[in-house]
């Protein structure tokens, strides 16, 4: 069975510094990754995803991801975080050989100005 | 493309009532989803269908829910008697065939039972 996991209930970040949010899986064979964004009463949007190739992925809104294989994690970053970053982050995850995404509990991200 | 349609937007019924949700997928989309998800937590997978069959309907609570997708496109998701544990948003999503691509979500329904 397939999992995702994200160890962070809540980040909290200063804006203009660089944030973190943070995600492992486990995933049986190739994995495609996913990071999406859920803003209040709103549904998720896509932000990035990594399907093969560079271990750095970049996606929407100066969002990045770094794929890890030996550490299984696909941890989002972005350089320089902005208040209006502040939404809840889902990480998502499954294998190259069918379509049932799993998601992980979500972070909350907090941005202070 | 115009994106995952779902209503209503927001739903309060009492416990033992009935409901049903609704859901039109993005044009040529052969894969619907349904989750569920709770306050606070990740989404939670309750039925995926590939055109008008179902493909994983395993943590559907199939004594309450049911769902149907009759012409492979639009599809509905009910509950029936609703319990207090089923207040939750309701998403659905779409995919195309292609296995790389991630899902499209709509806004979903957020359901409170009383």
């Known amino acids: 069975a397939q999992s995702v996991a994200q160890p962070e209930d809540q980040v909290n970040v200063a804006e203009g510094n660089p944030l973190t949010v943070k995600c492992t899986y486990s995933v049986s064979g190739n994995p495609y990754l996913f990071w999406y964004v859920q803003y209040p009463n709103r549904g998720l949007q896509f932000l990035l995803k990594y399907i093969t190739g560079d271990n750095l992925v970049k996606g929407s809104y100066g969002f990045e991801a770094e794929f890890n294989k030996s550490q299984t994690s696909f941890h989002l970053k972005k350089p320089s975080a902005l208040v209006s970053d502040s939404a809840l982050y889902f990480c998502a995850g499954k294998n190259n050989a069918g379509n049932m995404l799993t998601f992980g509990g979500g972070t909350r991200l907090m941005v202070k100005p | 493309e115009a994106g995952v349609a779902q209503s209503p937007r927001y739903k309060i019924i009492e416990k033992r009532q009935s409901v049903a949700f609704w859901c039109n997928p993005i044009s040529g989309h052969a894969t619907l989803y349904w989750y569920q998800q709770i306050l606070g937590q990740g989404p939670k997978l309750l039925i995926q269908?590939?055109?008008?069959?179902?493909?994983?309907d395993s943590q559907l609570p199939k004594d309450r829910f049911s769902a149907e997708r009759l012409k492979g496109v639009d599809s509905t998701l009910k509950i029936q008697p609703a319990k207090l544990e089923d207040s939750a948003v309701y998403l659905c999503?779409?995919?195309?065939?292609?296995?790389?691509?991630?899902?499209?979500f709509g806004s979903g329904t957020r359901l409170t039972v009383v």
């Open positions: 269908f590939q055109n008008n069959g179902v493909v994983d």
């Open positions: 999503a779409s995919s195309p065939d292609n296995r790389a691509r991630g899902y499209t």
